[in-house]
């Protein structure tokens, strides 16, 4: 599976807020900081993720950014769902009368049954298991920095 820049950076900023969740509002110049991530195209990320009710976004000098549900609530799933769109299919998939090879055909049944795989996965890891696997790895999406491994416990939702 491959997913975009705006997915990879979406769900970055959602494991930050997922990391804080309970805190105050966390500002997006922290988030864009501590993530790598351009300021301007995270405005744009968390605009995506407000509308699609995934975050709440407060104003002010004390203002910032949450989790709108607690991370267990949150798939990655859901997730990319809101960031990329539903996953491009084959054609044969959603109209599998464009192709006449298409009933009984072995690699349209091998990839709808991998794609439920995927999506098996993706639906059933929430937020809160990925932030206790990067606690447990020390590591956060490539930016190799000893994380603390206290902090407040986060119950599993999903896939462990």
Same mark, same amino acid.
């Given at each position: 599976?491959?997913?975009?820049?705006?997915?990879?950076?979406?769900?970055?900023?959602?494991?930050?807020?997922?990391?804080?969740?309970?805190?105050?509002?966390?500002?997006?110049?922290?988030?864009?900081?501590?993530?790598?991530?351009?300021?301007?195209?995270?405005?744009?990320?968390?605009? %995506? &993720?407000?509308?699609?009710? *995934?975050? #709440?976004?407060?104003? /002010?000098?004390?203002? +910032?950014?949450?989790?709108?549900? @607690?991370?267990?609530?949150?798939?990655?799933?859901?997730?990319?769902?809101?960031?990329?769109?539903?996953?491009?299919?084959?054609?044969?998939?959603?109209?599998?009368?464009?192709?006449?090879?298409?009933?009984?055909?072995?690699?349209?049944?091998?990839?709808?049954?991998?794609?439920?795989?995927?999506?098996?996965?993706?639906?059933?890891? %929430? &937020?809160?298991?990925?932030? *206790?696997? #990067?606690?447990?790895? /020390?590591?956060?999406? +490539?930016?190799?920095?000893?994380? @603390?491994?206290?902090?407040?416990?986060?119950?599993?939702?999903?896939?462990?």
């Amino acid at each position: 599976m491959k997913i975009s820049m705006k997915a990879d950076y979406g769900i970055r900023a959602l494991l930050d807020l997922a990391e804080r969740f309970g805190d105050a509002p966390v500002p997006s110049h922290d988030i864009a900081a501590r993530q790598h991530v351009p300021g301007p195209f995270l405005d744009q990320l968390l605009m %995506t &993720l407000r509308r699609a009710g *995934l975050v #709440r976004s407060t104003r /002010g000098p004390r203002g +910032g950014h949450t989790l709108s549900h @607690p991370p267990e609530e949150v798939t990655l799933g859901q997730a990319i769902d809101i960031l990329e769109g539903q996953a491009a299919q084959m054609e044969c998939f959603s109209a599998p009368e464009t192709c006449e090879h298409s009933f009984g055909c072995p690699i349209r049944s091998a990839l709808l049954r991998a794609e439920d795989a995927m999506r098996e996965v993706l639906d059933g890891t %929430t &937020l809160a298991d990925m932030v *206790l696997d #990067r606690r447990r790895q /020390g590591v956060f999406h +490539g930016i190799y920095k000893p994380l @603390p491994t206290t902090g407040p416990a986060l119950p599993t939702g999903g896939a462990s």
